[in-house]
């Protein structure tokens, strides 16, 4: 065996235990949800929505677990050591393991909440998303760091295989780092969904209809935050184009400026001096210093 074949060999071994030590996925979260209590409270398509509300929610949580416990948890010792250390785990993983405490904690309340329409709801309205403002802008940095690394780091690279490889399906990191940015975006559809079945006269759709307030709002920053970096390269781009702009005017101004002080052509130098007469050629505006010259000397002569 090569010795680049050893040190995979023993990168997978390390990673195995450390990830078969690591116990993630859905494992006590969830519940069985019961169709006939879930329209006793909700209508039969708004029953629909709630259950596809948790229903993805437990496929969320399941995917920032495998972030977590799938390929932070057992490569954490050697990003600290080989892929720049503290910085590098900040800038790619941001602050997943917030965001995955965060909806463990959402998805059981809803669980359990989701036979009532006003506990449902406050299972949302209790919960801090302001967690998303950090994770949303760090991410464009986040995946264009996430990208380098596997480029140019060959055994960074094998690691994230081995990680892949271990939770046994297709989807590469990037692809599992997008979600909490797609996850956060999407309760706002869900909720608008949910109020259209419920109907205005149901007794929880002001309740519910404050959580659509929340999430809309959510959303509407994080969509600030997301476009930030592209208007701010607009407003670079802009103002490079004034800056240049200026340049070009003022050089402009500047030509228009030395052409007034120019000598003129030699085809315009002045004829010869008149003799001993008042009728001196026309001066009233003369065109060089040169010509200047010839005039005074012409009114000097005219005038002896």
């Not at 240049?244 to 002080?261: A, N, Y």
Request: with cysteine; aromatic share 8%.
């Amino acid at each position: 065996m090569t010795a680049e074949g050893t040190s995979s060999h023993k990168a997978e071994q390390s990673l195995h235990k450390q990830r078969h030590s690591c116990v993630f996925m859905l494992t006590g979260l969830s519940t069985e949800i019961k169709d006939d209590q879930l329209l006793q409270a909700w209508t039969a398509k708004s029953a629909f929505v709630v259950r596809e509300i948790i229903q993805t929610e437990r496929l969320y949580v399941q995917s920032l677990d495998e972030i977590v416990q799938g390929y932070l948890t057992p490569l954490y010792g050697s990003l600290l050591s080989t892929c720049g250390g503290p910085s590098f785990i900040q800038t790619v993983f941001s602050n997943v393991v917030k965001l995955c405490n965060l909806h463990r904690e959402l998805l059981l309340n809803v669980q359990a909440g989701c036979y009532s329409p006003e506990d449902f709801s406050r299972a949302f309205l209790k919960t801090d998303f302001s967690q998303y403002n950090v994770y949303c802008l760090n991410y464009q940095q986040s995946n264009q760091y996430l990208q380098k690394s596997l480029a140019e780091n060959k055994f960074f690279r094998l690691q994230i295989e081995i990680c892949q490889r271990g939770l046994s399906h297709t989807l590469p990191l990037d692809a599992l780092l997008i979600k909490p940015v797609q996850r956060i975006l999407k309760y706002r559809l869900l909720f608008e969904e949910l109020i259209k079945h419920i109907g205005r006269q149901h007794t929880s759709y002001k309740t519910l209809e404050d959580v659509l307030d929340k999430m809309t709002s959510v959303a509407d920053e994080i969509n600030t935050h997301l476009k930030q970096p592209v208007r701010q390269q607009k407003l670079k781009a802009g103002d490079v184009a004034k800056r240049r702009s200026r340049e070009v005017q003022e050089l402009q101004q500047r030509r228009k400026l030395g052409m007034g002080r120019a000598s003129p052509p030699p085809s315009q130098a002045p004829g010869p001096t008149p003799r001993k007469s008042m009728e001196v050629e026309d001066m009233s505006q003369p065109q060089s210093v040169k010509q200047l010259r010839h005039y005074f000397e012409a009114m000097a002569t005219a005038m002896s």
